[in-house]
Nanobody
Framework: QVQLVESGGGLVQAGGSLRLSCAAS????????MGWFRQAPGKEREFVAA??????RLADSVKGRFTLARDNAKNTGYLEMNNVEPEDTAIYYC????????????????????WGQGTQVTVSS
């Protein structure tokens, strides 16, 4: 089993930056895809980004603004959010694939992952 804990959420002004962290425990996630999803009030959860080795996938809405990173020694992944917009306001969830064969692209379309509890990001205009 894998436990995931997100942190780094909060209130930020439009145009600002925020870094979310996702710390994993239970086993090493080095060989597994890690993804970020978000759910805004009244909306369905949507894919934001995923990373597996050097393969990175980003939703069109965040390309050029958000980046991904991982520190395998710390068993932690990061979502760097730059030039944030009010539309980025949501609860952000990190996820880790259950199979090492799951690609970053495939992760975007799947829901059967290990999930964190989420962290709130609020962007003020």
């Amino acid at each position: 089993q894998v436990q995931l804990v997100e942190s780094g959420g909060g209130l930020v002004q439009a145009g600002g930056s925020l870094r979310l962290s996702c710390a994993a425990s239970g086993r090493s996630i080095s060989f597994y895809a890690m993804g970020w999803f978000r759910q805004a009030p009244g909306k369905e959860r949507e894919f934001v980004a995923a990373i597996r080795w050097s393969d990175r996938r980003l939703a069109d809405s965040v390309k050029g603004r958000f980046t991904l990173a991982r520190d395998n020694a710390k068993n932690t992944g990061y979502l760097e959010m730059n030039n944030v917009e009010p539309e980025d306001t949501a609860i952000y969830y990190c996820a880790v694939a259950r199979s090492p064969a799951t690609t970053a692209q495939a992760m975007a379309a799947m829901t059967d992952h290990y999930w964190g509890q989420g962290t709130q990001v609020t962007v003020s205009s």
